[in-house]
């Protein structure tokens, strides 16, 4: 069976440019060996408006446990490390980077939010605004750059897993893909908030993602920094590093949430104040947040 995208240029000239570069991200993946990365194989396109890749079936009876977490880690870690043929000065890839930057990169967009969830949301006061702003600026300076960008998906959610079995988890839609030369945990925490939406979808409750805040895994992270380590040596493994590296990304997908301004006031106030103890704080109180938070392990 085969799964067929199709787009008209001229009614969505702004998608169709996406859609061209996940031709293009395909025709790249094509040429890489993946042991635990999978994804549906390209079996036709146009270039241009029209993908039709290889069916693949997701089970919705198995259980989102730690053999889930595991797989999914070690294909976003595979993707992340992998030595992508097209990021070249001046190349495609370049040229795509440039066209998606400020919608798509973890810097811009984690900035972005900032801003809407200020100015039109208005999810927090003047006060916390300024400090999360001096706190991006701090961290965007204090971070160091990779010399071998990450390949990251930056569009993980439940919807674009699939698990035909207990041994696979297939990865889909590549049209926000990119290089990010900072921000190390963008996919891997985007591993866990979406197996914990697939459970509570699998359960009948709400996939809104909050119940990230008690189930996340300090030493699933851990695995994933420390096979990054290995990988990418240049990475800075001192301890603050790594907090700073966490606290920056879980910073994004709170604003990501607080710039929609669909949350309840209980929730934002929630929010709110766990950016200004836990994020804006010193780094013992992230510390004590995550030994505190139970194993994903609950999730079973």
Request: aromatic share 14%.
């Amino acid at each position: 069976m085969k799964a067929v995208r199709k787009l008209s240029f001229w009614n969505k000239p702004g998608r169709c440019l996406r859609f061209m570069k996940e031709i293009f991200i395909y025709r790249q993946l094509e040429q890489i060996e993946f042991k635990h990365f999978f994804y549906p194989k390209l079996k036709h396109t146009d270039g241009k408006t029209l993908i039709v890749t290889e069916f693949v079936s997701d089970s919705g009876s198995l259980p989102v446990d730690r053999k889930f977490y595991d797989s999914a880690i070690k294909a976003i870690l595979e993707l992340n490390t992998c030595d992508f043929p097209f990021y070249q000065i001046g190349g495609p890839g370049w040229v795509w980077e440039r066209i998606n930057r400020w919608k798509f990169s973890r810097s811009t967009k984690t900035l972005r939010h900032l801003f809407e969830s200020f100015f039109i949301a208005r999810s927090m006061s003047f006060q916390v605004f300024v400090k999360i702003l001096f706190f991006w600026a701090r961290s965007f300076g204090s971070s160091s750059r990779l010399k071998k960008p990450l390949l990251v998906h930056r569009d993980i959610f439940h919807a674009n897993i699939l698990r035909p079995d207990s041994k696979r988890t297939f990865f889909i839609d590549f049209e926000k893909m990119g290089m990010e030369k900072r921000w190390v945990f963008a996919d891997a925490l985007k591993v866990i908030l979406a197996g914990q939406s697939l459970s509570s979808k699998k359960q009948g409750g709400a996939a809104d993602g909050f119940e990230f805040f008690a189930h996340l895994d300090p030493a699933l992270l851990k695995t994933y920094w420390d096979e990054l380590l290995l990988k990418r040596p240049e990475i800075d493994p001192d301890p603050d590093n790594f907090n700073l590296q966490l606290k920056f990304c879980i910073l994004g997908w709170i604003l990501s949430k607080l710039a929609k301004g669909k949350v309840s006031p209980a929730t934002k106030r929630e929010l709110t104040l766990f950016i200004e103890k836990i994020i804006l704080g010193p780094d013992s109180q992230l510390e004590k947040w995550l030994n505190e938070s139970p194993e994903i392990d609950s999730l079973e």
